[in-house]
Nanobody, 118 residues
Framework: QVQLVESGGGLVQAGGSLRLSCTAS????????MGWYRQAPGKQRELVAG???????NYIDSVKGRFTISRDNAKNTVYLQMNSLKPEDTAVYYC????????????WGQGTQVTVSS
């Protein structure tokens, strides 16, 4: 079955950096789109960044210029480099996979906590 396993979350001071990783198994990674979502307490889950199977990327406005999504198809892994972190970036971060032809992300990781202290 498809599994997505995230790592790299933690506690960091404002202005610091973290890199999240998500490794996929059970799926042909090179033909799927990948995304990073986050959910803060009391808020809806939101798509932070996405990367298509050909490497096109998109970001929500609040992270543009600070976050970078990338992928390594040889390692079945997608990354989220987060710089200049702010307290409002505090959330559980989830990676997600959207199979070829699907309009939605249908596979999800278990989530990793990111906490940014002021």
């Amino acid at each position: 079955q498809v599994q997505l396993v995230e790592s790299g979350g933690g506690l960091v001071q404002a202005g610091g950096s973290l890199r999240l990783s998500c490794t996929a198994s059970g799926i042909i990674f090179s033909i799927i789109d990948m995304g990073w979502y986050r959910q803060a307490p009391g808020k809806q889950r939101e798509l932070v960044a996405g990367i298509t199977r050909v490497g096109n990327t998109n970001y929500i406005d609040s992270v543009k210029g600070r976050f970078t999504i990338s992928r390594d198809n040889a390692k079945n892994t997608v990354y989220l480099q987060m710089n200049s972190l702010k307290p409002e970036d505090t959330a559980v971060y989830y990676c997600a996979a959207r199979p070829l032809g699907s309009p939605d992300y249908v596979y999800w990781g278990q989530g990793t906590q990111v906490t940014v202290s002021s």
